[in-house]
């Protein structure tokens, strides 16, 4: 085996493996590939198979330790025994350079329960044993966090405890405490993009340490790095059997402008838009006959620097009654728009109102609204916001504008 364009052998004639590490170092960003070739000087039987590549990886600006390319699946200590309160799934991450850890992202797969707590945490290495060295505070897992990347940001209680160095390598994983028993909380997880997998993906069961095949997605975000945006609460649920419009919502930490696509969409959805300000805005084009079926929903933010991504499965259901309209705008009346100090909201008996803004969250709630509700809005920010009027499985959805 050779490397670059080095001639020096790194198998010796009585060997049949070996590990070799090169750092490459570049001052340019954009995306590498690598080749692999290998050759003996004695007749080879099979040299179909002496070929690898090209793998592609990227080079950028950001500070960030990542192995996982592609999402593929979901992964955590349920996958394999059921879980236990201290169970961990890592990452092996080897640096080039003396610098300082931030914070840990980690992908909470969509299937996970609510109510589980995961940690953060990163691992030295003292003669091949894991030492913990930082961690995060608990996380509990939200309906919010399903489907995408959070961040766990770690906790320095001694200055050196974020200190990371040159030529080691350090765990970092997440710890899983189950909430009432469920064993259902997963990361994303890795199956396709190259990896090595029997040296650099961890497990714990206990006291117990075991190599996995597949790249949990827990990224290592330096001192300086920009993390991904964040997403707003998911879209779980899709009405089969009106048309309508809806609007998702993305705030990025670092303070940078978004932009927002699209990457699996179900099939009833029949636009998209960017707004240019963080949100989107999806059109539903009503099919009675999809209703029962569920679909994946993947959309993503890209903020110039790293992306969001938020992968979901919605459930197409039934929003209206059969001997209803097929479109909820004909029940439904909010008014005026814009508006400046009240918004009205005609034929909402009993309905859950809930006034949103354009990051998701809830700034104004009414439980069991009247007939014809007025809600005061004269504290809020001048700024655009979304009416969401709830009943039983009706839901009804308008962007509104609040001028002062």
């Not at 690898?52 to 992964?75: A, C, Q």
């Not at 589980?116 to 309906?143: M, N, R």
């Not at 029949?270 to 929903?297: C, L, M, Q």
């Not at 790293?306 to 004909?330: G, P």
Request: aromatic content about 10%; glycine content about 8%; proline content about 3%.
């Amino acid at each position: 085996i050779f490397t670059g364009d080095d001639t020096t052998a790194v198998i010796a004639s009585d060997s049949t493996s070996s590990m070799v590490s090169e750092w490459f170092t570049t001052t340019t960003v954009g995306t590498y590939e690598v080749e692999m070739d290998v050759t003996q000087d004695q007749t080879e039987q099979y040299p179909d198979d002496n070929f690898y590549g090209p793998e592609d990886w990227e080079i950028t600006t950001n500070d960030i330790m990542v192995h996982d390319k592609f999402y593929s699946r979901n992964l955590g200590p349920g996958s394999y025994t059921d879980g236990t309160d201290g169970d961990l799934i890592g990452a092996d991450f080897t640096f080039s350079a003396n610098t300082e850890v931030k914070s840990l992202s980690v992908f909470v797969d969509y299937r996970s329960a609510v109510d589980g707590i995961i940690i953060g945490q990163l691992y030295s290495y003292d003669a091949g044993s894991a030492v913990l060295k930082i961690e995060s505070e608990e996380h509990i897992i939200t309906e919010a966090d399903l489907g995408r990347w959070i961040e766990l940001e770690f906790v320095t209680i001694d200055p050196t405890d974020d200190d990371v160095v040159a030529d080691a390598t350090y765990l970092a994983g997440v710890e899983f405490y189950w909430g009432g028993g469920t064993d259902y909380i997963y990361v994303g997880a890795d199956n396709e993009g190259p990896h090595l997998y029997n040296i650099t993906s961890s497990l714990r069961i206990g006291q117990d340490w075991f190599w996995i095949y597949y790249v949990p997605m827990i990224r290592l975000n330096l001192d300086g790095a920009t993390v991904p945006p964040v997403w707003s609460s998911p879209v779980d649920k899709i009405c089969g059997d009106m048309d309508y419009d809806f609007t998702v919502a993305c705030m990025d930490p670092n303070g940078l402008g978004l932009t927002i696509d699209t990457i699996t969409l179900p099939p009833m959805i029949s636009g998209f838009v960017d707004n240019g300000d963080g949100t989107a805005t999806f059109s539903v084009t009503a099919d009675a006959t999809e209703i029962g079926n569920d679909y994946r929903f993947r959309y993503i933010a890209d903020n110039g620097v790293v992306t969001s991504e938020t992968n979901y499965r919605a459930d197409v259901i039934q929003c209206l009654d059969v001997e209803e309209t097929n479109s909820l705008e004909e029940v439904i009346n909010v008014y005026p728009n814009p508006a400046s100090s009240v918004i009205n909201i005609d034929n909402a008996d009993g309905a859950t109102i809930m006034i949103m803004n354009m990051i998701g969250e809830v700034v104004r709630t009414v439980e069991n609204a009247n007939l014809l509700q007025q809600v005061n809005v004269s504290d809020l920010q001048a700024g655009t916001y979304v009416v969401s009027v709830r009943t039983a499985d009706k839901v009804y959805n308008q962007k509104i504008s609040l001028v002062r």
